[in-house]
């Protein structure tokens, strides 16, 4: 109790030099996994003629392949533009609602409904200061997304079914942390 000794985690460490902080302009990669999931909400029409309830019931990891395009136009602040490509897929379930729910019949069908969209994501991106070899971050804007797979026309021979529309609107936000390494900023 009576000794000091030194606070080695206060201590600052030699930076990583990265050069991406003093461009103006750069480029990259970026891959990811995903989770896609969405509400169904269905036409009180339909459910008063079919009785059927459909429900996402299981999400698979799906991978998202992007470029990208890096524009610094202050020292905490990057706009963005990461095109690309993701892929992903839903389980939907359809219920019978006539059925009791305890019936092995009251699973009416169910769906795969893949996706494979084209990104053109524009990407907003505020920095914090770096500490050592650190710098946090948070992201947000907005995403047009084109999807590959989904079907223009109705197919009647299916019993249940599901659109999608092809072109859409997201938001997008998240937060996190560069990481500057000896070769490159992960």
Same mark, same amino acid.
């Given at each position: 109790?009576?000794?000091?000794? %030194?606070?080695?985690?206060?201590? &600052?460490?030699?930076?990583?030099?990265?050069?991406?902080?003093?461009?103006?302009?750069?480029?990259? /990669?970026?891959?990811? #996994?995903?989770?896609?999931?969405?509400?169904?909400?269905?036409?009180?029409?339909?459910?008063?003629?079919?009785?059927? $309830? %459909?429900?996402?019931?299981?999400?698979? =990891?799906?991978?998202?392949?992007?470029?990208?395009?890096?524009?610094?136009?202050?020292?905490?602040?990057?706009?963005?533009?990461? =095109?690309?490509?993701? #892929?992903?897929?839903?389980?939907?379930?359809?219920?019978?609602?006539?059925?009791?729910?305890?019936?092995?019949?009251?699973?009416?069908?169910?769906?795969?409904?893949?996706?494979? #969209?084209?990104?053109? =994501?524009?990407?907003?991106?505020?920095?914090?200061? $770096?500490?050592?070899?650190? $710098?946090?971050?948070?992201?947000?804007?907005?995403? #047009?997304?084109?999807?590959? &797979?989904?079907?223009?026309?109705?197919? %009647?021979?299916?019993?249940?079914?599901?659109?999608?529309? $092809?072109?859409?609107?997201?938001?997008? &936000?998240?937060?996190? /942390?560069?990481?500057?390494?000896?070769?490159?900023?992960?």
């Amino acid at each position: 109790m009576f000794f000091t000794f %030194p606070a080695w985690g206060q201590k &600052a460490k030699p930076k990583n030099q990265s050069w991406y902080d003093d461009k103006i302009f750069h480029f990259g /990669f970026s891959l990811g #996994f995903n989770v896609m999931d969405f509400n169904i909400t269905p036409n009180q029409d339909f459910l008063s003629v079919n009785n059927i $309830r %459909p429900e996402v019931t299981t999400l698979n =990891p799906g991978i998202n392949i992007q470029i990208v395009t890096d524009l610094r136009p202050a020292k905490h602040v990057d706009l963005r533009f990461l =095109p690309g490509v993701s #892929f992903g897929q839903r389980i939907i379930n359809y219920y019978d609602l006539t059925k009791p729910v305890d019936s092995p019949d009251y699973l009416f069908g169910e769906q795969k409904l893949e996706s494979s #969209f084209l990104e053109f =994501p524009l990407l907003l991106k505020f920095k914090g200061d $770096r500490l050592n070899n650190i $710098r946090p971050y948070v992201i947000g804007g907005f995403n #047009f997304r084109y999807d590959l &797979a989904g079907k223009k026309e109705y197919d %009647p021979e299916k019993p249940v079914y599901i659109r999608l529309e $092809r072109p859409n609107l997201y938001y997008e &936000a998240g937060a996190g /942390f560069d990481f500057y390494l000896t070769y490159f900023q992960l």
